[in-house]
């Protein structure tokens, strides 16, 4: 597939909306496998996670395609399955070999363009081990007040603004980063909240697991899409740190030497607590390799400004959700994760195209 024909497909593979995006995944896998969630989208509809399956059952090796862990982050990653399965990657496939795309994974935040579940919860700091202790973030604890503060005048944002910048001038950048990024577990209502055990979406995957046997293969990869971090429209593939040293060499060994470390301080995040990878890790440990597909948008500070405005909506004026205002809101946050800019879009499908193919030669 040519520059050319990537860009002219830009209109058949992003949507304006969660439920665009299914009735497009689905007219191109009607076999996919629908679970559903127990919350409603903002008009009412039913919300599903759906599961394309393509090869032979019993491969041994197998792809691993999510969209959607991050809400309205799905809307890049939809493209990208999309612009995996009409290139046809998934036909003609070895017995050995077989793909799963997982549309959607938090179809409430995608729905909603919220990039946490409907409890609240940042589904990448949710796959922590619920029979031990939490982990402690008491940056966090001391910044909860100014990253969510109770209202958006002029006068509360410089207070809040001024308390985080003695924080970062007194602690430096990176703790800031992990104050605020990292996972929190104290503060259901605050940022970047890991939550109190398995939200909905995480049961989900778990389930999907299970049903298809992920457990026994001998081989996975797994490409989870994200946008925010980075340079805008690059994309990044970041391994996590449940991987360890040792999974960051087998995504090296597959996608080369453009992949990324927290370990190393070579991503563009920080180390995160409770990520996808600490699932995989768990029941594949050295049998997979988890990347997540990080494209850059607007910017760290923009982020930080959509973020606190969602939660405060959420807090404060939950009763505005689909008002003018929670309107206004949600729109600021679906455009800075999903920049409705051409060639921002074009970037994204060229990489994740150049992702597929050294997956898939990995695999096959």
């Known amino acids: 597939m040519g520059f050319d024909s990537v860009y002219k497909i830009l209109p058949e593979v992003f949507s304006q909306s969660y439920v665009e995006a299914r009735a497009k995944f ?18 009412g509809e039913p919300l599903y996670t759906d599961v394309a399956y393509f ?7 197998l792809l691993i395609l999510i969209s959607g862990t991050h809400g309205p982050e799905g809307y890049s990653g939809s493209a990208s399955q999309l612009l995996f399965l009409r290139a046809g990657l998934q036909d003609a496939l070895p017995a050995s070999t077989a793909v799963l795309l997982v549309h959607a ?9 919220r990039r946490v579940t409907a409890e609240g919860c940042d ?32 006068d509360t944002i410089r207070r809040a603004d001024d308390a985080i910048s003695a924080f970062r001038k007194l602690h430096g950048e990176l703790k800031f980063d992990e104050a605020r990024k990292s996972g929190q577990y104290t503060h259901p209502e605050g940022v970047f909240y890991g939550g109190s055990g398995p939200t909905e979406a995480r049961q989900t995957l778990e389930q999907i697991v299970k049903d298809f046997d992920i457990a026994g293969r001998e081989s996975v990869i797994i490409v989870d899409y994200h946008t925010g971090l980075g340079p805008y429209g690059y994309g990044e593939l970041q391994s996590e740190q449940p991987s360890g ?5 087998r995504a090296v060994s597959v996608f080369g030497p453009s992949v990324t470390s927290p370990d190393l301080g070579t991503s563009s995040s920080v180390v995160v607590r409770g990520t996808q990878d ?22 760290a500070e923009r982020g930080r400004e959509v973020i606190r405005n969602d939660h ?41 195209h150049q992702v597929h193919r050294q997956a898939m030669n990995a695999l096959t």
């Open 245 to 249: 040293i040792a999974g960051f060499q």
């Open 55 to 61: 090869g032979d059952r019993n491969a041994s090796r």
């Open 278 to 299: 600490e699932l995989w890790q768990r029941i594949l440990g050295d049998r997979h390799t988890y990347v997540a597909l990080e494209f850059g948008t607007y910017g």
């Open 26 to 43: 689905l007219a191109i896998a009607p076999a996919a496998r629908p679970y559903a969630c127990s919350s409603l989208g903002p008009s």
């Open 312 to 352: 405060w909506l959420y807090r404060y004026r939950r009763d505005e959700i689909n008002l003018e205002l929670g309107v206004r809101i949600r729109q600021e946050a679906k455009l800075h994760y999903n920049p409705e800019a051409n060639d921002w879009k074009e970037m994204v499908l060229c990489r994740s």
């Open 105 to 113: 994974l938090n179809c409430y935040g995608f729905a909603w363009d």
């Open 123 to 154: 589904l990448n700091r949710n796959f922590v081990d619920y029979s031990r202790p939490t982990p402690t973030n008491p940056g966090y604890t001391e910044l909860a007040e100014h990253l969510v503060p109770p209202d958006l005048t002029e």
